[in-house]
């Protein structure tokens, strides 16, 4: 419990300082892109090294633009907006997304239950969710491998988390046969910003956000790692009582079967 309280804390604190930085360095860089668009468009066209410098400085303040864009988007922590949601169906209807984003050496299999329990969650974010987590598959198999995404049904006298009450979860996992992770990384995977990947790449904000949002479900994250084998990354989501693609009209989490 303390760890998530934490965790949440920490969550709060970094958000609020990004969004205010995040927010204002975009106003300041507007101003750059500006500058820089308008400088652009006067030189005249033989100007061709002066031009280049230009196009250079540009592209660098585009790419920071987009940086801060990620980083409101993070500190939003964008409102929910739950449904009934087959999460198999859903994981089905990602396939070709899927592919499209993690290249073709890369092989995706999805075993799905034939029943998996409906959940009620943003299927947006729980797409994203997904996505970002084939994305870190994708990095720690080097661009190629296996990438397995089961959905099943799990009927748990224990929660899947030390907050979390027994009762009906579906477990939606992303496995991947690559570098796995040590110890000391496992441990940390959870704060926002920690990454090992090298500038401009990686963020750290992917498994905290998946992390936070699978919180919010109520739900959680849980990872398993071996070194040179590979990971699985878990969100385990409450079942919901309701039907998929129904709303009821005042669903609450805590309607979800206890045993
Ligand atoms: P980012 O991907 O931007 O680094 P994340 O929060 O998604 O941010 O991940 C944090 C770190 O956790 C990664 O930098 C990497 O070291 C580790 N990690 C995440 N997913 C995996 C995975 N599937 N296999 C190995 N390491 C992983």
Redesign the pocket.
Known sequence: AELALRQAQKMDAVGQLTGGIAHDFNNMLSVVVGGLDLARRRIAAEADEVTRHIDNALEGANRAAALTRRLLTFARAEALSPQGVDPADLVAGMVDLIDRTIGERISVAIERATDAWPVWVDAYQLENAIL??A???R??MDGAGRLTIAVSNHALRRGPGRDLPPGDYVRIA?I?E????EPA??E?????F????PVG??????????FGFAQQSGGTVE?Q?IVGE??T?SLWLPRFAGEAGVTPIAPALSDAPSD
């Open positions: 970002n987590l994305v870190n598959a990095d720690a992303v991947d690559g570098t796995g992770m990384v496992l940390r995977v959870f704060e926002p920690f990454t090992t990947k790449k990686g963020t750290g904000l992917g498994l905290s956000q998946i990872i790692s590979g990971t990354v």
